[in-house]
């Protein structure tokens, strides 16, 4: 889409789109090797080469973080193959293309961060910056304390060995318990297979942290931007 060239030299972050507007007057833009004066001239900013004093000048990627509150059923993925709801479709306002950081079942609530900083979310992502995820799931049975306790040490699921986890038991009724359970790997439906595997199916789970991030006040398939020091200390883990 072509855009007008002031509006392209401002979102380069190089002056107000009124100066740019002088600048391009006074004949220090070029568009492809040619110097216009005109304004009004549109460019493409994907095949057009602008340069203000002989450099290329790019619009400036504007970062965005949000967190969102996601629903049970919907995806985490941008497209999904059997046409489920994905998260994206309860961010139609957002105009910048972010996507999410990590990713939450079909069937999880929770919070969900999501971006356009491909920096950030790598390192949200990454184990090895061990960021403890904390979930609440409510499981079926009561699991004794020797059953949390082999969750806590480490536990073989599939063909690995879960790392240490943090594991609470919150509450219990006659056939369901609540726990708390943080961890900071996040393999595939971790906590579920975790649950599984000491005998505890988990009937609900949401997360309800990352980090110290929290869903705050938050309500079911709601967002918000993460404030200026959320967003730092995310960039400072
Ligand atoms: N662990 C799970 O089992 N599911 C999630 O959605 C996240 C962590």
Same mark, same amino acid.
């Given at each position: ?9 401002? *979102? ?5 789109? !009124?100066?740019?507007? %002088?600048? &391009?007057?006074?004949? $220090?833009? +070029? =568009? ?11 460019? *493409? ?5 602008? !340069?203000?004093?002989? %450099?290329? &000048?790019?619009?400036? $990627?504007? +970062? =965005? ?18 046409? !489920? ?153």
């Amino acid at each position: 889409m072509k855009v007008r060239l002031q509006k392209y030299i401002a *979102d380069c972050g190089i002056t107000s789109r !009124r100066k740019a507007e %002088e600048l &391009i007057v006074q004949g $220090k833009i +070029q =568009i492809n090797g040619e110097t216009t004066c005109t304004l009004g001239t549109k460019v *493409d900013p994907c095949r057009d080469e602008i !340069r203000y004093k002989g %450099e290329i &000048i790019k619009p400036e $990627k504007h +970062q =965005i973080y949000l967190m969102l509150y996601k629903p049970e059923k919907y995806v985490t993925t941008v497209k999904d193959q059997f046409q !489920r709801p994905t998260v994206l479709d309860l961010l139609s306002e957002v105009k910048e293309r972010v996507y999410p950081i990590g990713r939450l079942d079909y069937h999880t609530s929770g919070l969900l961060l999501l971006t356009n900083d491909g920096d950030i979310a790598y390192r949200i992502m990454h184990p090895k910056y061990e960021i403890v995820k904390t979930y609440i799931a409510t499981v079926k049975g009561i699991p004794t304390r020797d059953q949390l306790e082999h969750m806590r040490k480490g536990i073989a699921i599939e063909e690995y060995i879960t790392a240490p986890a943090s594991v609470k038991m919150l509450r219990k009724t006659k056939n369901q318990s609540v726990l708390e359970i943080q961890i900071h790997e996040g393999r595939n439906r971790q906590v579920r297979k975790m649950c599984q595997a000491i005998g505890h199916p988990v009937i609900r789970l949401e997360r309800t942290k990352v980090g110290k991030l929290t869903l705050g006040t938050l309500k079911k398939g709601e967002y918000r931007h993460l404030t200026s020091n959320e967003v730092e200390y995310l960039k400072k883990l």
